[in-house]
């Protein structure tokens, strides 16, 4: 059996999910949906919901599937490929959501938007138009098996990223997991894998230049899910050598091999090793702004970083007084800036003012960044930083494993106050519900 033929019989397989991973899951599921909340008052939010609108409206009777836009109130409905394509741009757009580090993956992000468009109640074929609704443990695991896809995707690979792998993996991962709710047959998620690979998109330029194309790859690709089960509902088929063919997403995508990762299928729950961002910026950025604590802005003269090539690649660029927010989420020397005069990062600090701030560019300027040499071009720790004080003292501080990760968890209380916070920020105002309730649209 080859490699992509275990991932599918994985994927359609029924699965007991274990207490400790359900726990954790369920955890994610509410810092997604949290997020995904908050990214309804986000820059550019306004006009995807805009654009998402002009796109289709629901037709009367309720015959289209439809699904609720988080954070806008229970009226603000889309049909589902077009709610995927929303929620998942506020979940990605705060640069706020849960990432497997190892990987390079936002899984839940991508899985979550595509899940929540189709586990909604909808309406069956058929004369009568019965509601169909998912169990909360169908939806549960399907969240476990497409987030283990998506970072299995990341796992595997060994090149440094040329596509942004959120997106890319992400789609094929918010595919099959829609496919086993869907109720697609198992000899039919070939199909699925391979029109979700045949729609991959998503490059790092944008992360580079710091667009809000970033946050739109991710949206591309929880619409694309959808779309893949639609079109092979309808009977259309894919490419059937997606992943491991000749021109397939090892080939093309990424550099790397699916045996290892393949080999572990079922065994290792890969989504309870994903990180929690206590921070809406870049991942890369987490493990200086945790050493922060208890420190001001006049106390600190110097911060050297000593960080492997892929956290100098993802956020060591320069400060620019006319950044993006999308940049600046990018830029380490703005939310360290943040952190030292403010003791947390807010996202509404994002703004052209505080890019011009001469008093927040002279502390951002106090951060140097060096190359530790690490030889992993997907490594993220571990960071070492020496601070060196006004009065000529140096703390020095080692970050093996950066807050928020499963081996330096947030507390509940951390956990419970980002998911606060996250909901304040909503366009309407927003109670997070049970995550599967959310989640199904059932209780």
Aim: aromatic share 6%.
């Amino acid at each position: 059996m080859t490699a992509t033929a275990r991932l599918l019989a994985f994927a359609a397989a029924p699965h007991a999910i274990p207490a400790a991973v359900r726990e954790t899951a369920l955890a994610l599921l509410a810092d997604t949906l949290a997020v995904g909340v908050a990214g309804s008052t986000a820059p550019g939010a306004d006009g995807v919901l805009a654009a998402a609108r002009a796109w289709g409206a629901l037709a009367p009777g309720g015959a289209v599937p439809a699904a609720p836009v988080l954070g806008r109130g229970p009226d603000v409905q889309l049909p589902s490929a077009s709610a995927a394509f929303v929620n998942a741009f506020q979940i990605h757009c705060l640069e706020w959501d849960a990432v497997h580090e190892p990987a390079v993956v936002h899984a839940m992000s991508v899985v979550t938007a595509a899940l929540h468009a189709v586990c909604q109640p909808r309406r069956a074929p058929g004369p009568d138009l019965a509601v169909v609704t998912v169990p909360h443990d169908a939806a549960l695991a399907a969240l476990c098996v497409g987030v283990d896809i998506a970072c299995g995707l990341g796992i595997a690979a060994t090149s440094p990223l040329k596509f942004f792998r959120p997106a890319t993996a992400g789609v094929i991962g918010a595919a099959l997991a829609c496919a086993r709710v869907r109720g697609i047959p198992p000899d039919r998620f070939d199909d699925v894998l391979g029109l979700a690979y045949s729609q991959c998109a998503g490059t790092m330029q944008a992360h580079v230049e710091g667009s809000v194309a970033l946050p739109l790859q991710v949206a591309h690709a929880a619409r694309a899910a959808v779309t893949a089960i639609d079109l092979v509902e309808q009977g259309l088929t894919g490419p059937h050598d997606a992943l491991e063919g000749q021109f397939g997403y090892f080939q093309l995508i990424d550099d790397g091999n699916l045996d290892a990762y393949a080999a572990t299928l079922g065994q290792v729950w890969r989504i309870a090793e994903i990180s929690v961002k206590p921070w809406p910026s870049g991942r890369a950025s987490h493990a200086t702004l945790s050493v922060f604590e208890g420190l001001r802005a006049e106390q600190v003269v110097g911060i050297e970083a000593h960080v492997p090539p892929l956290i100098l690649r993802l956020v060591g660029r320069p400060w620019l007084d006319e950044m993006t927010p999308a940049y600046a989420r990018l830029c380490l020397p703005f939310p360290c800036a943040l952190m030292l005069t403010e003791g947390r990062i807010d996202p509404r600090r994002f703004v052209p003012a505080a890019f011009g701030d001469p008093v927040l560019r002279d502390i951002g300027d106090r951060l140097t960044m060096i190359d530790d040499g690490n030889p992993d071009p997907n490594a993220l720790s571990p960071q070492r930083f020496v601070i060196t004080l006004n009065d000529g003292s140096r703390i020095e501080r080692t970050v093996p494993a950066t807050l928020g990760s499963p081996a330096a968890p947030l507390t509940p209380a951390q956990a419970a106050a980002k998911r606060a916070f996250a909901l304040s920020l909503a366009a309407v105002p927003t109670e997070l519900a049970d995550p599967l309730t959310m989640l199904t649209g059932a209780p």
